[in-house]
């Protein structure tokens, strides 16, 4: 029942962008964005309710396909903050969240 | 701002003790979570609360339960500690269903 999110990993340099998928097998609700940095807990980014709705936070924007039940997150002109592990939380009619594996980003000067 | 607090941040139990991990919220929220989370594997949803004393399974509940006395807390509990239960255990809790969830820092449990 967990998503599933690509890539597990990810290196960049200042500036550059990057795109981490999230799909599920089920009907979706809605998709969760988290972002944990090392130690912390899981901070929420933002949720996305509606089949293409697109939402920003910053530099970090994200998608869902409700139809395809994919969610996409896209972090441009990246900085070295936006280093962590980003988690989507996917969540359907039960009410019920449940959280892909992660992925790792690390940002380098 | 929300506050979500656990009991310990780390905690070392031996292998069959009854372990008791307690999580505290301060915004009224209605959902209570508790997911433990392992390299490679995520967060993995072990039992969610909607309501108090209601609960319901998440994706491994096996040697697990919990509790929800009050409203504001929510307990998981290892009736019987096993090695493959050391991991990190994160509570969290939302306003309603679909809200955002707030996460406490978690807690390290190592099971010798």
């Known amino acids: 029942q967990q998503p599933v999110q690509s890539p597990q990993a990810v290196i960049l340099r200042e500036g550059e962008d990057a795109v981490i998928n999230c799909s599920s097998s089920?009907?979706?609700?809605?998709v969760h964005w988290y972002r944990q940095k090392h130690g912390e807990a899981p901070v929420f980014l933002m949720i996305l309710l509606k089949g293409g709705e697109q939402k920003g936070h910053d530099k970090i924007s994200a998608s869902f396909n409700e139809k395809k039940q994919q969610s996409s997150l896209y972090l441009t002109a990246s900085q070295l903050s936006y280093s962590g592990t980003y988690f989507c939380?996917?969540?359907?009619?039960?009410?019920?969240?449940?959280f892909g594996a992660g992925t790792r980003l690390t940002v380098k000067p | 701002d929300v506050k979500v607090t656990q009991s310990s941040r780390y905690l070392v139990k031996r292998t069959g003790e009854k372990v008791f991990l307690e999580c505290v919220q301060d915004m009224d929220h209605e959902n209570m979570f508790w997911y433990r989370q392992d390299p490679g594997l995520g967060l993995r949803l072990i039992y969610f609360?909607?309501?108090?004393?209601?609960?319901e399974k998440g994706d491994i509940p096996e040697g697990y339960s919990v509790s929800r006395e009050k409203k504001e807390r929510f307990s998981l509990i290892l009736e019987s500690a096993s090695t493959n239960q050391t991991s990190m255990y994160l509570c969290a809790s939302s306003l309603l269903a679909g809200n955002e969830q707030f996460f406490g820092p978690g807690t390290r449990l190592t099971v010798l």
């Open positions: 939380g996917t969540e359907n009619n039960n009410n019920d969240m449940r």
């Open positions: 609360s909607y309501d108090v004393k209601m609960k």
């Open positions: 089920k009907a979706l609700y809605s």
